[in-house]
């Protein structure tokens, strides 16, 4: 029962985490608002390869040897920072670019699954957010002595929360409804979002 409620406890702090606005939120509602669902589930499939790396990383303990090691921590932060200021820089560089006729309009961006599917690891490897709950409040709320099933039921709850708030992203912004009303106000959404990841970049390279 003490086991069952610290699970409980574990899901309960991570969706938090989850659903706190964040990089993964503005890249996957972007995307699939764009019509790129295809393309938003590979990402999601990166994401969830990044929750998993980072509690299995947590598990073997290496969270307390970033603990011990600030600078590795702020690699990780300064690397995430660098990736969001260039990703809000490309969706800024979108929604600032002239408007092409409807006879020269190019075609829908669309990227391979490879590279959606590193977008996604790349930035859930590097979301702040999700480094800071692993390395520290994960280490607090985990029980000391759990015996080897608590840990593989830790990865199988990470993971399918991951992948069942991601994809659920996914599909609200992807519904016709949401999609007709977003091309009409595209060139605002990307501004808005691409400012947002650069401000979330900058926040987090000023950070300490």
Same mark, same amino acid.
């Given at each position: 029962m003490a086991y @069952? +409620?610290? =699970? @409980? $406890?574990? %899901?309960?702090i991570y969706l938090a985490v989850l659903a706190s606005p964040g990089p993964n939120f503005f890249i996957l509602s972007q995307m699939a608002l764009e019509g790129r669902r &295809?393309?938003?589930? &590979?990402?999601? =499939?990166? =994401?969830? /390869?990044? +929750?998993v790396f980072w509690v299995t990383v947590a598990l073997?303990? =290496? +969270? /307390? @040897?970033l603990g011990q090691h600030p600078w590795l921590t702020t690699a990780v932060r300064l690397l995430g920072a660098a990736y969001l200021v260039w990703y809000g820089a490309q969706l800024l560089r979108a929604a600032l670019a002239p408007r092409p006729a409807a006879a020269d309009a190019p075609a829908a961006r669309h990227a391979t699954p490879w590279a959606a599917y590193?977008?996604? $690891? @790349? /930035?859930?490897? /590097?979301?702040?957010?999700?480094?800071?709950?692993w390395t520290s409040a994960f280490a607090a709320i985990f029980p000391v002595g759990a015996p080897a099933w608590f840990? %593989?039921?830790t990865i199988v709850l990470v993971t399918l929360l991951s992948l069942g708030w991601h994809w659920g992203i996914t599909a609200v912004?992807?519904?016709p409804a949401l999609r007709s009303g977003y091309l009409r106000v595209e060139r605002g959404v990307n501004g808005l979002a691409g400012m947002a990841l650069v401000a979330l970049g900058i926040q987090r390279c000023l950070a300490r």
């Amino acid at each position: 029962m003490a086991y @069952l +409620s610290s =699970l @409980l $406890l574990i %899901a309960g702090i991570y969706l938090a985490v989850l659903a706190s606005p964040g990089p993964n939120f503005f890249i996957l509602s972007q995307m699939a608002l764009e019509g790129r669902r &295809q393309e938003a589930r &590979q990402v999601v =499939l990166g =994401l969830v /390869t990044g +929750s998993v790396f980072w509690v299995t990383v947590a598990l073997a303990g =290496l +969270s /307390t @040897l970033l603990g011990q090691h600030p600078w590795l921590t702020t690699a990780v932060r300064l690397l995430g920072a660098a990736y969001l200021v260039w990703y809000g820089a490309q969706l800024l560089r979108a929604a600032l670019a002239p408007r092409p006729a409807a006879a020269d309009a190019p075609a829908a961006r669309h990227a391979t699954p490879w590279a959606a599917y590193r977008t996604g $690891l @790349l /930035t859930g490897m /590097t979301n702040p957010k999700g480094a800071a709950f692993w390395t520290s409040a994960f280490a607090a709320i985990f029980p000391v002595g759990a015996p080897a099933w608590f840990y %593989a039921a830790t990865i199988v709850l990470v993971t399918l929360l991951s992948l069942g708030w991601h994809w659920g992203i996914t599909a609200v912004f992807g519904t016709p409804a949401l999609r007709s009303g977003y091309l009409r106000v595209e060139r605002g959404v990307n501004g808005l979002a691409g400012m947002a990841l650069v401000a979330l970049g900058i926040q987090r390279c000023l950070a300490r």
